[in-house]
């Protein structure tokens, strides 16, 4: 079992930035991927980022290309998102999720094994 928890969740002008944080504790994650879903009120869960923990290759969203990154660390065991840039749609509850599967970029929450309880990012425009 892999628990994932988020934090870096704020409030933050439109242009500004965060910088949110997830750790994996339980076990040493040896999975396949970790990505940062978001999820803003009456509507889905959508992808945000994914990165490969072997090779650290990373995928973004179109929406959020080139103002977000994501990074891993593992001695640390976490993994980050980098928000610049920020605007007021980027608002939305964001979520931490692991994957042990072998997808070749998995972009859908059906192909994610563990969540985290999420953190809040409101962007004021």
């Known amino acids: 079992q892999v628990q994932l928890v988020e934090s870096g969740g704020g409030l933050v002008q439109a242009g500004g930035s965060l910088r949110l944080s997830c750790a994996a504790s339980?076990?040493?994650?040896?999975?396949?991927?970790m990505g940062w879903f978001r999820q803003a009120p009456a509507k889905e869960r959508e992808f945000v980022a994914v990165?490969?923990?072997?090779?650290?290759?990373?995928y973004y969203a179109d929406s959020v290309k080139g103002r977000f990154t994501i990074s891993r660390d593992d001695a640390k065991n976490t993994v980050d998102l980098q928000m610049n840039s920020l605007k007021f749609e980027d608002t939305a509850v964001y979520y931490c999720a692991a994957t042990y599967r072998v997808v070749a970029t998995p972009k859908r929450p059906s192909e994610y094994d563990f969540w985290g309880q999420g953190t809040q990012v409101t962007v004021s425009s």
């Open positions: 339980g076990r040493t994650f040896s999975g396949y991927a």
């Open positions: 990165i490969r923990w072997s090779s650290g290759s990373a």
